[in-house]
């Protein structure tokens, strides 16, 4: 685990490290991925250190999804993008290279070279079944009653 210290995105909050700002509140900060996917690829970063979307308090993933929906709606309308992609990865094996939480927003245009892709599995019912079961029984075990109340 990384210390706030030597995180890169906790860097760019204390503005010991330069960025692209594109926007800040108390909460969150946006700017510029220094390596982007299409022009106009920015991060959403809340200001709290936190590693995944797991370890992030709720009240903060609300503030920085809201960003992000603002944002992405100024970055599609200024660029004139066709669309957007929101992503946003947890843990190395799920492409996530800096281990402080944040969302990317990738602009979109017809015929750009973006590959968001993925090959899928192959799950019959009984699978799909089984699947069910399990998701909803570990859910069950957790005591925290908004879980609760979805099933
Ligand atoms: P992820 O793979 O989801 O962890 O994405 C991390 C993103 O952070 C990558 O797209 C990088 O290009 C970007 N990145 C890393 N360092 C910086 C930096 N100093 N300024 C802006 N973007 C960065
Ligand atoms: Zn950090």
Redesign the pocket.
């Known amino acids: 685990m990384i210390s706030e210290q030597e995180c ?2 906790c ?2 909050v204390r503005g010991e ?4 700002k594109i926007y800040e509140d108390h909460d969150v900060i946006a ?7 299409n022009p106009g ?1 920015c ?1 959403v970063v809340p200001k709290k250190h936190s590693e995944t979307i797991s370890d992030t308090d709720d009240e903060v993933l609300e503030k920085a999804i809201v960003v992000t929906k603002k944002l992405a709606t100024v970055v599609k309308e200024k660029l004139n993008a066709d669309g957007v992609n929101i ?3 947890n843990g190395r094996h ?7 939480i ?1 969302f ?1 927003i990738i602009p979109r245009f017809p015929d750009d070279k973006v590959l968001i892709t993925y090959q899928r599995v192959q799950m019959d019912e009984n699978a799909l079944n089984e699947m069910q079961k399990k998701l909803t029984e570990e859910g069950k075990k957790e005591s925290r009653s908004d879980w609760d109340m979805r099933f």
């Open positions: 890169i995105f860097k760019i490290i330069p960025s692209k700017f510029l991925d220094i390596n982007p996917a690829h991060l992503v946003q990865n799920a492409g996530q290279l800096v281990s402080h944040h990317h």
